[in-house]
Every structure is written in C-alpha cells, then in structure tokens.
C-alpha cells in the first residue's frame, strides 16, 4: 500500500440495535473513527426503490488493515452513507478491500 493513494476522509460507523420497553427495535449507528482512504468509484446505475427513481452508486474503499470492521459497518464519504457488499484483507498489500453501495433512506 503505498501512502500517497490514501487521499480521503471516510467516516466509520457500527450498527447498535436499541430496543424499547415495548419491544420494537431499532438501529442506531454510532461513529467509530475517521480514516484515511483510497476511494475509487466503480459504477453507476439507474434503479427502482419504493416507487422512487434511485442512482445507485459502487466505490471501492481501500483502507489500512489495522482498521477492525465487519459486513455490518458503514461508511461515510462526501456526506453519504455507503453499505458494505463485500471486504477483504489483503496481506501482502496490508490493506482492506471494501466494495460498498449507496443507502437509499
């Protein structure tokens, strides 16, 4: 991994569910910490949610491997929330992979 590419600010955020004294629950996310990235985009599609017209938007986030998360998390880049598709760590490049998607809420 070379230092130079990690270029950007990502927000990290962990899922915490809240239950209520009736029971219902609820997900709450609460801010990890900000990192250092590489953000790549990786495509664009025009899709259908809930009877909305949504542009569905693909990164690649690469960020350093000492960073613990799993396919819960969420990131924040440029004032959007982004879900984890999927994530790797990568040993030889001491790196974590993450393929990440828009949320529509």
Same mark, same amino acid.
């Given at each position: 991994?070379?230092?130079?590419?990690?270029?950007?600010?990502?927000?990290?955020?962990?899922?915490?569910?809240?239950?209520?004294?009736?029971?219902?629950?609820?997900?709450?996310?609460?801010?990890?910490?900000?990192?250092?990235?590489?953000?790549?985009?990786?495509?664009?599609?025009?899709?259908?949610?809930?009877?909305?017209? $949504?542009?569905?938007?693909? /990164?690649?986030?690469? =960020?350093? +491997? #000492?960073?613990?998360?799993? !396919? @819960?998390?969420? $990131?924040?880049?440029?004032? /959007?929330?982004?879900? =984890?598709? +999927? #994530?790797?760590?990568?040993? !030889? @490049?001491?790196?974590?992979?993450?393929?990440?998607?828009?949320?529509?809420?």
């Amino acid at each position: 991994m070379q230092a130079g590419l990690l270029n950007k600010q990502v927000e990290i955020y962990k899922p915490i569910t809240i239950t209520n004294e009736v029971g219902a629950s609820t997900t709450k996310w609460v801010y990890v910490r900000t990192t250092k990235a590489n953000v790549r985009n990786i495509g664009m599609n025009r899709g259908q949610q809930l009877n909305e017209v $949504f542009y569905p938007t693909s /990164k690649e986030i690469i =960020i350093r +491997s #000492y960073h613990t998360i799993d !396919e @819960f998390y969420r $990131f924040k880049y440029e004032d /959007k929330m982004y879900k =984890i598709i +999927s #994530y790797s760590y990568r040993q !030889e @490049f001491n790196d974590i992979d993450i393929f990440c998607d828009l949320v529509n809420e």
